[in-house]
């Protein structure tokens, strides 16, 4: 059932095996799959729609480089999908290696876990086939400028689902008719409160904007808020600990990752009626949409000491339709501690401390921007496919892709991170966070299909390591 906790009828005291904050794709994921063993609660601070007060709440202060706090994110039912734009993409095998030249780069688990988890990640986003390699793709296109030069560049791909995704349209019957899974609408959680040792989630704290208040109490607690919310209101959780929940390493919020993305000037796209599919979403003969980019060989990547990346040949919507191709380059951040999210003493209207983004790139997010930038006019401008028309180098504005990463990462050890390889918080027994704000890197990857990938890797763990403790 859903309901909403601004109708006066509704109880806000509530109870269940498992709670979930966050109702974008990994929290209605989570529901549905664990729903089909135990009583589960939803908890979504937004209604069916965005509003104005609840877009207030998201806002902010910024720091470093520019970053729209409340353009980047929904609060709604199905979260985030709502500004998603369909990308889907995958990690590469060298994201989940630990990389001399990336300062703590590395994933706790191994890559082949998750992998197995990206066909049923895809399909649940519409892309039926689960195919992420370009080569399957090439009578579709031409790889001209990337065969000139093997020793560098690799073919990429990002794929569409047919048709997009859209978790709070295609799940809202079935959340409305389950009998095992609630979900509560227009209830902002605030605090996540520990019992006396600390070691154990025992209640949440939920409010409205009508200044209404409830106790969710259950044995399990995930929490799927993003990227910024998650650690806000970890960070705001501080009953038993001034530092927050989760936080005796001073990780939480910090390690914020975005996916940069830069523009090549001073070049474009010569005609060439063979590149014409590089530029924009193509079709294959039975439909299925796709768009290539080029990257920088695994071998190359250790070889010049950068990060991962992906290039792409795009027209602006101000640009005429035959206007010449631009080119621009789609990165992966390196993890930087200084990179973080806080909190002031401002409150929104739900009674929380709003946040303080600072964002900033560190030495090798610029070099890498350079050296990717460089190679690639070179190749280019070398075999005839792209032609000067300025200065080359890459642009300074830093531009966003609404990923908020990393900022309860992922470790082995509690000194390095806020969650286990299992997204269990260190040092509390039945808290969980899923969602991308656990990836320890990025990729250049849009994060959609990796982030499901984790979250049906949690609820297959859950399934498997709670039956037992969940009876007892």
């Known amino acids: 059932m859903i309901y909403d906790a601004l109708d006066p009828s509704v109880a806000l005291n509530r109870n269940a095996d498992i709670a979930i904050v966050g109702s974008g794709p990994a929290g209605i994921t989570l529901a549905r799959a664990l729903g089909a063993h135990y009583s589960v ?8 729609e965005a509003s104005s007060a609840g877009d207030d709440c998201l806002a902010g202060y910024v720091s ?56 049923e990640a895809a399909k649940r986003l519409h892309v039926r086939d689960g195919c992420f390699d370009p080569n399957a793709f090439e009578a579709h296109g031409e790889y001209v400028f990337l065969r000139l030069d093997d020793n560098n560049f690799l073919p990429g791909i990002w794929r569409f689902g047919e048709p997009k995704a859209d978790f ?6 079935f959340l409305e008719r389950s009998d095992s899974i609630d979900v509560l609408i227009n209830g902002c959680v605030t605090s996540i409160q520990l019992t006396d040792d600390g070691d154990t989630v025992a209640r949440l704290t939920v409010r409205t904007l009508a200044g209404a208040s409830g106790t969710i109490t259950a044995k399990y607690f995930i929490i799927a808020a993003g ?31 975005e996916h940069p993305h830069v523009s090549v000037e001073g070049i474009e796209l010569a005609p060439n009626p063979a590149l014409a599919r590089w530029t924009g979403v193509a079709s294959t003969r039975d439909g ?58 401002e409150k929104d209207g739900f ?20 050296i990717f930038g460089d190679l690639l006019a070179d190749c280019l401008l070398r075999n005839g496919i792209g032609m000067l028309t300025g200065s080359v180098g890459v642009s300074d504005e830093i531009l966003h892709s609404n990923h908020q990463l990393g900022t309860t990462r992922m470790s082995k050890h509690p000194r390095d991170g806020v969650v286990d390889e299992n997204c269990k918080v260190h040092g509390i027994d039945n808290l969980y966070i899923a969602g991308g704000s656990v990836l320890p890197t990025v990729s250049w990857a849009n994060p959609t299909v990796t982030v499901l990938a984790l979250t049906l890797r949690l609820a297959r763990h859950l399934v498997d390591q709670l039956g037992n403790r969940m009876a007892s």
Request: aromatic letters at 10%; hydrophobic letters at 40%; proline letters at 5%.
């Open 41 to 48: 609660l939803l908890l979504e601070a937004g209604g069916n």
């Open 64 to 119: 470093g480089l520019h970053y729209p706090l409340t353009e980047t994110r929904a609060r709604q039912l199905g979260g985030a999908t709502a500004l998603w734009a369909g990308y889907c993409a995958v990690f590469d095998p060298i994201d989940f290696d630990t990389r001399p030249w990336v300062v703590n780069s590395g994933w706790p688990l191994d890559a082949a876990e998750l992998i197995e988890h990206y066909w």
């Open 168 to 173: 709070a349209g295609e799940n809202r019957h």
């Open 227 to 257: 990227g910024i919310e998650t650690p806000r209101l970890m960070l705001a959780s501080k009953d038993r600990s001034p530092e927050g929940v989760g936080n005796a390493h001073d990780n939480v919020g910090r390690w914020f990752m």
């Open 288 to 345: 299925r949409k796709f768009t290539y980019c080029a990257g920088l060989r695994a071998d190359a990547q250790a070889r010049l000491g950068v990060l991962n990346a992906r290039a792409h040949f795009y027209r602006t919507p101000a640009m005429d339709a035959n206007a010449a191709p631009r080119v621009g380059l789609f990165f992966e951040q390196a993890p930087n501690a200084s990179s973080r999210l806080t909190l002031t003493s």
């Open 351 to 370: 009674g929380l401390s709003r946040v303080r983004l600072h964002w900033e790139l560190s030495e090798i997010d610029r070099r890498s921007h350079r």
